[in-house]
């Protein structure tokens, strides 16, 4: 009884949280979306020269992180803890693979002298300064989502690994799931923004 | 002192406090903490009316006076006022009232007391480094604050890493209103203060996040140049004003509301009534908690957002004046016909009703889009808000200290000095900052370092007027903390009231309640 209530009470303070996640990124919606009625042609330009290919990709292995997540919590609860981890372990390379691609995306750009405050990028039109300036400031913000995400996966990890985390333990792993699903979610949204909507 | 003072865990002496999870020990540390930013904060605010106390140059330059209202209202707003009431009196008594041991994540408590103690050492910090002292004033408007050479960086990172705490302190406090209430303690049996403080938090979960991305993205602006918010790059000023009222404006319900919940609090055990219309009480916080978070355009009348936009702004503002009006007119039925014993801290509680009402009233002049025309940016501006804050949640925060000071220390303080204390309080307060209401009607602008000759006799009265305000301030702090020391032993219920708070031991022990108490009555009802 103790233990079901302790579940409740963690998992709501951690949707409390989810929700002030989501939050902080509405603020970047509301202003992508001022900034895209206000310079709507510029916007769809710019994005037509964004990795679409590269951005597929990255959607499609988030999603699939996401899976193998919900498996690693599914199997961790039927007591098989090495198929958990195995999943755990799929998951935090999901999310390494999303990064370096994120990486190199952004090299690409910077290579091109596409980069916040580059003389570049200063010549061309406003609307093009503001895509990219909301560009760099909302996937990156995801981006060290994303990296917080895979930290606080090796936790688990090796909590899982040492037998700290199991079946009647399983809460920090589950809202660890939470928050690498949330990761997953705001992803959804970013890459129709920047790569799709033109 | 015996209670949860006694109780020595792990650690010993200072370890055993600033390690605690304890709630009551994280209450006294945010206490202790809090009101040292307080003091420094009243220390700013009397130099700046020292320096207008004449026209021209009195006692600093433009440039100090400039860092010094900065900083005044920086270390008042984000480090006293927002986290002042609930982080104090909340962490103490929420889980009290609601007949819990401690708060829902208690390690996450000391966590936020923490983050807040490294965010106040930053912003601190802020004023040594870089290029000195930040002069953009508390709400760090663009362009100014990305074109100004002082210290913007690292001061609005520091507000970024409090908001961190405040988010924290309010996802606690909803989990453990909805999680740890005892048996019997249904929703409308809670204690008005408890209602506060969870609408206050829900405000805090929902709104801080916007303000936080606001302030990383003018951080980002400064360092690496994104553009979003910079003109010269194509960004729109007036979309970070937007954000930022987006939270700052349901900040000023963070600070007012914990301050109505203590008044609905005080009220009722010095009237020896219950409180009129409990429900109405309880739906007027959370209304004044919803309509709050939409009225943010108020403060952009002036700016060039649409005439639509102010018009339903303005109309929204006055919706908020229905619950508050509420709010007001029932804690004066409370009284009606009953028992008043006038105490110090139904004193304060009277005198936040007054002057409230006075910042309330004078707040519908700026809420009609054509006199705030006249009054925008204003000396009547800085006479209202400090109405309100100052005069609600600082008053209220006075009668707290009052009320609760025997059961949070075990002692009680010299009942005398606080009415010498509070007269020189209220005349000091309204000698300060009622000529401000003047002045700002006559048209003086606020944040100028200096004046026209016509206005140097209200403004010195208002400096007068500082001065018997810090008089009050010091005798009441005075006695309070000669009590500490030396008050005489408080029993467990010395006003007789009906809370759970009040039905256990000055100050409580360790874990609360001896056993888990069974709820069978409401907040306020008197046997």
Redesign the interface.
Known sequence: MKNHKDNTVSTLGMWLFLLSEILLFGGLFIICSVYRYNHSRIFHLAAESLNRPLGALNTLILLTSSLTMALSIFFLKNRRSERSLFFLFLTIFLGLFFLSNKYFEWASKVHHGVYPNAPVLLERERGEVLFYGLYYSMTGLHGLHVLVGIGLLSVMFVSVLRGKIDHERILPLKNTGLYWHLVDIIWIFLFPLFYLIT | MAGFYEDEGRLRGILGWIFSTDHKRIGLLYLFAILFFYAIGVLLGFLMRLELMAPGPTIMRPQTYNAIFTLHGVIMIFLFVIPGIPSIFGNFFLPIQIGATDV??PR?NLLSWWIYMIGAVLAVLSLFTGGGPVDTGWTFYVPYSLRTSVNVPLAVFAVFILGFSS?LT???F??TT???RAPGMTWFRLPLFVWAVYATAWIQ??????I???L??TL?ERL?????FDPA????PL?YQH?FW?YSHPAVYIMILPAMGVISEIIPVFARRTIFGYKAMAFSILAIAVVGSFVWGHHMFVSGQSDLASIIFSLLTFLVAVPSGVKVFNWVSTLYKGSIEVTPPLLFALTFIFLFSIGGLTGLFQGALATDVHLHDTYWVVGHFHYVIFGGTGFALFGALHYWFPKMFGRMYHKKIPYFAWALLFVGFNTLYFPMLILGWQGMPRRYFDYLPQFHSLQFVSTIGSWILIGGLILMFGNLIHSLFRGEKAEGNPWGGATLEWQIPSPPPKENFVETPQVERGPYEFR
């Open positions: 829902a994540f996450l988010i309010g996802i606690n909803v989990t909805h999680q740890l979960v929902l709104v801080t996040p916007v936080g991305i606001t990383l993205l980002m690496v140049g994104v553009g979003i790059k194509g960004g729109d979309l954000l987006i």
